[in-house]
């Protein structure tokens, strides 16, 4: 048995509530949602899938994004809910097997993953310790396991305030807060307005910039939704791109995740993602363009 989950907060987050309900040496298998959708993915018979798309050979299976919304029964819990980790939560306490204990850390991640954020979050998120925290965590071709392994147990047992205190996350956060103050410039530089949607179009950089991902609705207040476009690897022969809803100009009505998922991709209502060939990316990145433009309900 073990946990599969995605690199991410609220992945992480899944893990920590899982090992306290089930087993603290449980092994973590980290993948991203496009392993699942592409079936690369080495999902085992026992594997609990958490904060992912749902696969057959999953023993249990919890998630909350609206796209993966699965056809018929499965073992496990799906709600359309702020957090997969809620999911999780949930779950558990009703079979007794979490206390209240985490009420905080669930909290913190339902906020930030549904970007229920003020704006006083997004400029400054070094005064918000979960939000910090969260900005630490990337995806650098998984380079990062045993730093995510190290966050699991260390929110499993101590709190925030001892964890930022532990040298190497003191260190990512400060790293986290400079990149944020570069990545206003990137994202002032290379994001065009297309109607109403900010489209940040990272592809003619050889490194693209990481940094705070809500800040775009600060910078461009104007929009009602955000395309981010670059390149997944160095390769150059897949693109990923992503789209968000304005968490300050709730005027978007296109379902982002279902959007998406006719691309390969999916998400929620108010934000996803997708991988595409490049080879034909721009006719999609088009096409999405378009929908979004539309802002029409989708039935």
Known sequence: MRIVTRPDFDGIVCAVLLRQALEPSLPIYWIE??????????????????NLPWHPNA????????SNKP?????????????????????????????NRFDELV???DMIDSADLTREQVKAPEDYPYL?????IKNNDFQDIPYWERLVDMLGKADIKTILEDPEVDRRCREVIEENKAFKYYLETYTTMVDRISVTD??????VPS????????LFADAIASVKIRYARPDKKQVLISVGHSIFNPECRINAGTMLA???????????????????AQDKIDEILDILKSNQDQG
Request: aromatic share 12%; with cysteine; hydrophobic share 35%.
């Open 202 to 207: 990272f592809r003619s950089l050889e490194n």
């Open 71 to 99: 056809a018929q029964e499965v073992p496990g819990l799906f709600e359309i809910a702020p957090s997969a980790a809620g999911v999780v939560y949930k779950y558990y306490q009703k079979q007794n097997l979490l206390d």
């Open 211 to 218: 940094g705070n991902r809500f800040l775009i609705y600060s």
């Open 132 to 136: 910090l925290l969260s900005m630490t």
């Open 33 to 50: 949602p496009n392993a699942i959708q592409s079936g690369t993915a080495d999902i085992r018979d026992g594997d609990i899938l958490a």
């Open 262 to 280: 006719c691309y390969g991709g999916g998400g929620h209502f108010g934000a996803g993602g997708c991988t595409v060939d490049a080879r034909d």
């Open 107 to 109: 909290d913190q991640t």
């Open 59 to 66: 023993y249990l299976w919890f998630d909350h994004h609206i």
